[in-house]
Structures are given as C-alpha cells and as structure tokens.
C-alpha cells in the first residue's frame, strides 16, 4: 500500500507526458500554415513563392516575349502591379534576365511605385532598363538593389529579411553571350529554393557552385533539361534537388512535354496551368 502513491504520481506524470506529445505533433492549423510553402505558377518560368508573410516573385512581370512560350494576361498583370491579391504584400521581386519573354522593366517599376515596402534585387542589365524605362525610377530607387556577380561567382544577402544566393550563370545560346543570367537560391522558412533562369546547361557553368552540397530542396528547372539525356546529367549529378518544378513549357505542347517529362521524373512536378498551385 506504501509504494501506492508513488505509482500513481508515475502514471499521471506518464499521461500528462503522452498528452503533450500527442499535442506537439499536431501544431494548431495557424502554426502549420506559417511553416508551410506554397508556390503558385504564374507564366513561362514566372513563380510566386509565399512563406507565411514572405511573398517572393520570380521572372513573373511579363506580358510578351516569344509567341511560342506562355506570357502574363494583362489583367493577372494588373492585379500584380497593385499589390491585390495574391499579390499583395511582395516582398521580393526577382527576375533572372532581361529577355522579355522573363522581365518587362517598366511593370516592375510600377509594382514597385504602387507597392513601397516590395523590393527588386537583379542584375545590373535589368536594373539600369528600370533606369532607362521607367519615368519615375527617382521615386524607386531606393527599393532597387543592383547585384551581379560575374559568370562562375556569387553573392549572398538579406533582402527584405529573405535571405538569398546570387548564382552567376551564362545564358544558353551563343548568341546570349553577353546576357547575364543570374540563378537564385532563396531560403525560405526550411525550404531550400533554386530557380536557374534560361541558364546554359554546360558543366562548366553548374560546377562552380557546388549545388549538391547546399541541400536544395525545390528546383524550378526549364524543361528541356529534363527531357534530353545529355542536360538530365546536369540535373542528376549537378543539381541534385529534392523535388523538380519544370517549367518553360510552351503552352502548344504542354501535354506531350508534361507526359515526357513525367516519364523520366515521376516525382516531378510540371507547371501548365496558369495559378497551378502546390503546397509543401
Ligand atoms: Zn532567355
């Protein structure tokens, strides 16, 4: 009758453990949705990252371009540049490289006029074509960060509390030597995000930085890369991302390049459909 107690006190100090266990691994839904990631396709390789508050926009102000590939329609633009949702909030815009099939200046000017708190972090190709296009790049400046590390390098920094990798990448194509193409990696929460642009898919060009080792976990990646055997070697060994975004994909042959890609990557995630949204 002595020990009693004792056991007794063991076996509520048990329950009340089991019960708080129980309850840390179902966070309330508030917590769970702060932590989670949700990327929306927008057009062509245009993304919309959003982390809790954080909200980053990729290649994702453009409304021409190559007829062949998909373009931002102009009311989806409009709804962009004034901050409605999902947009508003952006607290990031990012654009790889200045074909205008990824970046259109003077929209991200206006964006960034409507919309004071949103920064733009680019090249200096893209962000002297602000200067250049946009009547009132005076009243912006401030917002615009110039960064462009030379093909091979890169720089990191904390942008509007995001922190990002500025990967220098040649462009593919002979004829796009002199484009500087810069790749991304944004951390957002856990989640590790690479978006590498119309990069060249040579050796050469991924070597450099070590991609493997930096542990990416979503990789935004043009489609041709997964569907020719010679530049899924670059995926494979140079990349090594958890999971695959492909994009790029011209809308005409959406379906057959989805089924291609798919075949070779099963886990793949293929974006087609205007606002398609995933989840992590
Ligand atoms: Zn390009």
Redesign the pocket.
Known sequence: MKQFPGFLVRVIIFLICLIKSVGASEPPFSVALENSLQIRYIANEGVLLTHGKQKVLIDAHHFQGNPLYDHVPPLRLQQMVNGLKPFDGVSLILAT?M?A??FDAATVGQHLLLNSRTRFVASEQMTSLIKKEFKQYEKIRGQIETVTPGVGFFEEGEFNGIRVKLLGMK?SGKR?NT?Q?IAYIIKLGKYKLLHI??ADGSIQNFEPFKLPSEGIDIAFIPYWFLTHKALQKIVNEYIQPGRIIAIHIPPAKAAEVAKEVLEYYPGAIVFTKPLQTVEF
């Open positions: 490289h074909h099939d990824h462009h796009f484009m193409n642009g119309d």
